[in-house]
DNA sequence: CTGCTAAA
DNA sequence: TTTAGCAGG
């Protein structure tokens, strides 16, 4: 998933205090698909209401954002849009992967192996319309705004960052570098409090580097991205040496050889994404009362829970911009 | 994944 | 007080 750069990439660390009064843009399919994954029972059984509607990613985001917000971060979820025609090859191959691990979940599950139903039914987890329509509800009633973007989120969120609209982009692919963010946290949950939260700065990571974002993304399209296969053999770190060697564009040229899609686009897609820039960003005093009825009443939350989760809300201030933490 | 409880 | 393991829906 997303393009492979962690071999030659340093994080800085950083902790929760470093993001104190700052505002995240978060890919929401990234995250939502890490909940669907995660959040399960002991033998892989996502949680569910009594009407077998999955309740999981409803779980991810009560619990992820209230303790955020008490932290004093404040996020916004940025939802995919329409993805590129040339992303459809890998599509069709993480469905096919999921199909093939749906099977052997619901064959281990029906055997009684838990544990392998478990390692199976976390491959399996997809992003059903209904999933996405629950987690829009659940953030709107938390007073957390979300933006729908044109193409990907990752590219939508990078924007915001340029845009001034926020600090850094939340996300587990290194992909939102060559989309040009700014800034970059991996592993942004609550249990990262010391040691695993990640930080990466676009002009520092390309000054290490000695590349530009150009190389980056050249160094990427050989590696291979969502959008085209790499070129064999090709990681991160032989990428990396083409580039300081001045390689680059004659191994693309070797890849366009052998490769049934233009080179050219999918340099595109990272340079130029098409964006939504008619978005509105607002903080909204947190509906209480509304979370009670959707989580408790229609879903099957522990009202005890719910309501201690909600409390934690009480930071989020209306209207309060998210540009005066670094202005 | 996060929150809670039982155990140390 | 800190931590490990399990339940949550």
Request: proline share 2%; with cysteine.
């Amino acid at each position: 998933m997303g393009v492979k750069l962690k071999d030659i990439i340093e994080p800085e660390s950083i902790s929760f205090k470093d993001l104190e009064g700052r505002t995240v843009s978060i890919d929401a399919f990234n995250t939502l698909f890490q909940f669907l994954s995660t959040i399960r029972q002991r033998d892989g059984r996502p949680l569910t209401d009594e009407n077998g509607n999955i309740t999981s990613h409803l779980s991810g985001i009560l619990y992820r954002n209230s303790s955020m917000v008490e932290k004093d971060i404040k996020p916004i979820y940025i939802f995919d849009g329409k993805a590129p025609e040339l992303k459809s090859e890998t599509q069709a191959k993480r469905r096919e992967v999921r199909e093939e691990a749906e099977k052997i979940y619901k064959d281990a599950l029906s055997r009684g192996d838990a544990e392998k139903a478990r390692k199976f039914a976390m491959r399996s987890s997809k992003l059903s319309p209904e999933i996405i329509s629950s987690s829009k509800k659940l953030l709107t009633l938390m007073g957390i705004p979300y933006v729908d973007a044109k193409g990907e989120g990752e590219a939508q969120a990078a924007y915001l960052v340029q845009n001034g609209d926020a600090y850094a982009v939340a996300s587990q692919d290194y992909d939102c570098l060559l989309f040009g963010a700014k800034r970059v946290v991996r592993n942004l949950a609550v249990n990262s409090n010391l040691g695993n939260l990640e930080f990466y700065q676009l002009d520092k990571v390309l000054r290490e580097l000695d590349i530009t974002r150009e190389e980056l993304i050249d160094m990427g399209i050989l590696i291979g991205t969502d959008f085209c296969d790499g070129l064999k053999g090709v990681g991160a770190k032989t990428a990396l040496k083409l580039a300081h060697k001045g390689q680059l564009k004659e191994k693309i040229a070797e890849l366009q050889k052998e490769s049934a899609h233009d080179l050219d686009e999918v340099r595109e897609i990272f340079l130029n994404h098409n964006v939504n820039t008619d978005y509105k960003i607002k903080w909204e005093k947190p509906q209480k009362d509304k979370i009670i009825e959707f989580l408790c009443y229609e879903h099957g939350f522990s009202e005890d829970r719910v309501l201690k989760a909600s409390d934690k809300l009480k930071n989020l201030n209306s209207s309060q911009g998210s540009l005066d933490a670094w202005f």
